[in-house]
């Protein structure tokens, strides 16, 4: 039998009707693995068995459109253990019915649902009706810096019909809709705009304790940080008299992030330059003039820095610029095709 095989084209459609019958539950399989991490489908599909997949990378951030009928899967330890990293899933589901049962714990959700599941929980899932879906896959380390060190994070359904869920609800779904237009470029701001989203999401699912009293307090004073990131004269005082608090406590509520005010502000401020250095609208705007848009006033320091952030000088970082629109793991110009 003619192994399956599955790989991307950004924005492409996949499609099992071009698989023979027999082929369908491996190539299926691989779908899977290939996009929500390892997942074993746990009986064989039926011969009527439709199913569609696509794609796109989004600075590192996978989303994952798929539509498909009735089927079911799991993650199991043995699943878990193949894993390099641990992934957030955040899904909205616009049509159909799907189940869960995360550890312990059974999710039920349909069109206009919002859930988050995470990879190192083993899970089930179960499609009971034809199912269109899109699904963001965050890898941890990309959260680490934005959420507190001990935060846990389980499988739940998000409102998403009010508030801050019915925003990042909205969100994915645009993306979803732009998926055909979206450029690299457009990538380096959506991967900011989601993490934020997201981050702000989970924040609000923390319970009211002192401790999430103080990480909520924690995105207050890191929103006008953001606010006020281009002033150089940004200083923990400034910082501390505008959130009327003493820059010792400002120092207190910044170790949940395992890093210092200071040292969270000059990544903010260099993930900035980075991407005005890698955008081709400003190719022409000299690195200097980045530097001093984004607080810096000190040329060595700033080179410094930067390197040690991003691995190389700011004018090779830009003059290599397209190997870092392109993701590290994947070909941009790979075929996309279940056979």
């Known amino acids: 039998m003619k192994s399956p095989s599955y790989n991307f084209l950004s924005g492409h459609w996949c499609s099992t009707d071009d698989i023979a019958i027999g082929d369908r539950t491996d190539a299926w399989q691989i779908a ?17 068995f439709t199913a569609q997949m696509r794609q796109r990378d989004i600075g590192g951030i996978q989303l994952v459109e798929c539509i498909c009928s009735p089927c079911g899967g799991s993650r199991t330890s043995q699943e878990i253990k193949r894993d390099d990293e641990p992934y957030l899933g955040i899904q909205i589901t616009t049509r159909g019915m799907e189940h869960f049962k ?17 990879s190192n929980q083993t899970t089930e899932f179960i499609v009971t009706e034809n199912l269109h879906k899109a699904t963001l896959m965050i890898p941890f380390a990309h959260l680490k810096e934005r959420l507190p060190r001990d935060m846990s994070i389980r499988g739940s359904v ?22 055909e237009s979206l450029d690299a470029m457009d990538s380096v701001c959506l991967k900011r705009v989601t993490l ?3 981050s702000a999401t989970l924040s609000q699912k923390i319970e009211t304790t002192p401790h999430g009293l103080s990480q909520r307090y924690l995105k207050g004073i890191q929103n006008y940080i953001l606010d006020h990131l281009q002033e150089e004269d940004l200083s923990l005082g400034r910082i501390a008299q505008a959130n009327r608090i003493s820059v010792r406590y400002l120092h207190m509520v910044f170790e949940q992030t395992g890093k210092s005010a200071s040292s969270w502000i000059q990544e903010q401020r260099l993930e900035r330059c980075g991407e005005a250095l890698l955008n081709p609208v400003l190719k022409g705007r000299q690195v200097s003039e980045i530097m001093y848009q984004w607080g810096f006033n ?42």
Do not use: C
């Open 196 to 198: 934020e989203l997201v």
């Open 298 to 339: 000190d040329a060595s320091h700033f080179s410094r820095a930067f390197k040690l952030h991003f691995g190389s000088s700011p004018k090779h970082y830009r003059n290599h610029q397209d190997t870092h629109s392109l993701p590290k793991h994947q070909d941009h110009n790979t075929v996309a095709s279940f056979t």
């Open 102 to 118: 995360v550890d312990d714990q059974a999710l039920s959700f349909g069109a206009g649902d919002l859930v988050l599941w995470v």
């Open 32 to 48: 899977l693995s290939s996009s929500y991490r390892d997942w074993k489908v746990n009986k064989r599909v039926p011969a009527d």
């Open 158 to 179: 998000v409102d998403s019909k009010t508030g801050i869920g019915a925003i990042l609800f909205s969100h994915i779904l645009s993306m979803t809709n732009q998926f």
